[in-house]
């Protein structure tokens, strides 16, 4: 499992409903194929499914570059979150580009859904 900043983390205690995974292959998919984003966002998939804010943060940067018609590899994604002022931590962004090479595109929308489900679990959780 790759190292994530306290920062980044969720809240302390009992860890809500989550796959952290899970949520780095549905970011590395959409960084290696575009279809792989288009079936994660056919499925429902939006940045607040994410529990990691810094997973939200990414997922938030591959679709502002998809709905500009720009590709949303690893690098790209890295600087649009450096324009947006979402990167955090440069540890990050190197797992970031690991995700990218580790990525299992054809499981994107499974992988989706699991994110999804997780999400609506915890929202389930703190109602």
């Known amino acids: 499992m790759t190292a994530v900043d306290d920062t980044e983390a969720g809240p ?5 409903p989550a796959d952290i ?3 780095r292959s549905v970011l590395g ?5 575009p279809d792989a984003y288009g079936v994660a ?10 529990y990691l804010p810094a997973h939200e ?10 709905e500009r018609g720009l590709a ?3 690098l ?9 002022g979402t990167l955090r931590s440069l ?4 797992d970031l580009t690991a995700m990218y090479g580790t990525a299992i595109t054809a499981s994107a929308g499974q992988h989706a859904r699991v994110v999804m489900a997780h999400a609506a679990r915890r929202r389930t959780i703190n109602a």
Request: with cysteine.
């Open 21 to 23: 995974d899970i949520e």
């Open 76 to 84: 790209s994604v890295i600087d649009e979150m450096r324009s947006l």
């Open 41 to 50: 966002v056919s499925a429902g998939l939006r940045a607040r499914d994410f």
């Open 57 to 66: 943060r990414a997922w938030e940067a591959i679709t502002a570059l998809s």
């Open 72 to 74: 949303h590899d690893a």
């Open 29 to 33: 998919s959409a960084m290696c194929s």
């Open 91 to 94: 540890t990050f962004a190197a």
């Open 12 to 16: 302390r205690g009992r860890t809500p």
